[in-house]
Nanobody, 126 residues
Framework: QTRLVESGGGSVQAGGSLSLSCTAF????????MAWFRQEPGKEREGIAS???????NYRDSVKGRFTIDPHNAPKTLRLHMDRLKPDDTATYYC????????????????????WGQGIEVTVGG
């Protein structure tokens, strides 16, 4: 059974940087869509960035130019580098992975993923 484990979260002051990593265990499919989502308490989970096995990368508008997804070792690992962090970036961040059954869902960051990590906290102080 595929398992995703996130690491690298923590606390940082506004304007700072953090990197998150996701390690996938026992991923056996030949294609992938991997992504990062985040969720604040009481709000819906939102997609931040995705990368697929066709080499396509997508970002949520609010993080473009600040966040960089690194899929060079996907589907085994996926990194997210976050620069110029804002208090609004405070959330629980989740790694997600699924076979590339729906490229449209992957590119539009819809939360239709087969596998999810447990989540990791990112706190950005004002």
């Amino acid at each position: 059974q595929t398992r995703l484990v996130e690491s690298g979260g923590g606390s940082v002051q506004a304007g700072g940087s953090l990197s998150l990593s996701c390690t996938a265990f026992e991923y056996t499919y030949s294609t992938y869509c991997m992504a990062w989502f985040r969720q604040e308490p009481g709000k819906e989970r939102e997609g931040i960035a995705s990368a697929d096995s066709d080499g396509i990368i997508n970002y949520r508008d609010s993080v473009k130019g600040r966040f960089t997804i690194d899929p060079h070792n996907a589907p085994k690992t996926l990194r997210l580098h976050m620069d110029r962090l804002k208090p609004d970036d405070t959330a629980t961040y989740y790694c997600a992975s699924t076979p590339l059954w729906s490229p449209d869902n992957c590119h539009k960051l819809r939360p239709d993923f087969k596998f999810w990590g447990q989540g990791i906290e990112v706190t950005v102080g004002g």
